[in-house]
């Protein structure tokens, strides 16, 4: 069975310059959670979806960033204008509701992401 | 005292030597604890949970003192594909948001030499 699934896996970009990140978790899970990374400050969540809808997205850093979840197979995280602080690697996650309890989130492999 | 604490590591150890982590948190009403694994340049995945009466999966023993709000994790007989960053996450509920969610370390380093 397929993964989670991430798009692009590497990103070099310029400063000011819109960034899309795709996602397509794995099918028939509830959950959907965009993570970024970095030496500094380690994983941390930005938002997650339940069953599409948008639960808490208080981790997003400022009203640069938008993340979309039109149906259960295809979510996308935008960054605009990007910054040079926004280089990270940016994972997705998925999980069906069971995971709630058992912890397991499936990640994609990431896109990595730089801004110059 | 950051939510989720480990100690960065790196821990290089000889091929069959035992090693421990420990990781402590900061909400008492954590509810669910976890070790996750991610190699280097890869997505993280679950290594396994933590029960509160201690648990062991092979060379793997996982264990949680609730009182010192610490988890640990102790790998014997290590291997050189043990290599790895080792994650502590806590779910808690008001973590982020009303549903609660998990809560990633920053990890803690392994490198196991021949």
């Known amino acids: 069975d397929a993964g989670v699934i991430q798009s692009p896996r590497h990103e070099v970009t310029e400063m000011g310059q819109e960034v899309t990140l795709r996602c397509k978790p794995i099918?028939?899970?509830?959950?959907l959670f965009w993570y970024r990374q970095t030496m500094m400050r380690g994983l941390e969540l930005l938002i997650y979806?339940?069953?599409?809808?948008?639960?808490?997205d208080s981790g997003m850093p400022e009203d640069r960033f938008s993340a979309k979840m039109p149906n259960a197979s295809f979510s996308t995280l935008k960054i605009q204008p990007s910054e040079p602080r926004d280089s990270a690697v940016y994972f997705c996650?998925?999980?069906?509701?069971?995971?709630?309890?058992?912890?397991?989130?499936?990640f994609g492999e990431g896109s990595r992401l730089t801004v110059l | 005292r950051k939510e989720v604490e480990q100690d960065p590591g790196p821990f290089n150890v000889p091929e069959g030597a035992t090693v421990a982590f420990n990781c402590t948190y900061s909400?008492?009403?954590?509810?669910?604890f976890f070790w996750y694994r991610q190699d280097c340049r890869k997505e993280p995945k679950l290594l396994m949970s933590?029960?509160?009466s201690g648990n062991e999966d092979g060379r793997f023993t996982a264990q949680l003192n609730r009182a010192s709000q610490y988890i640990s994790l102790l790998i014997r007989d290590s291997k050189l594909s043990d290599s790895a960053t080792y994650l502590c996450?806590?779910?808690?509920?008001?973590?982020?948001?009303?549903?609660?969610?998990?809560?990633f370390g920053k990890g803690t380093k392994l490198s196991v030499k021949p």
């Open positions: 933590v029960y509160s």
């Open positions: 979806f339940n069953n599409n809808v948008p639960i808490d």
């Open positions: 909400n008492s009403a954590s509810q669910s």
């Open positions: 996450v806590v779910f808690g509920r008001n973590y982020g948001g009303s549903q609660g969610n998990l809560i």
């Open positions: 099918s028939g899970h509830d959950y």
């Open positions: 996650a998925s999980s069906p509701l069971s995971g709630r309890r058992t912890g397991e989130l499936f």
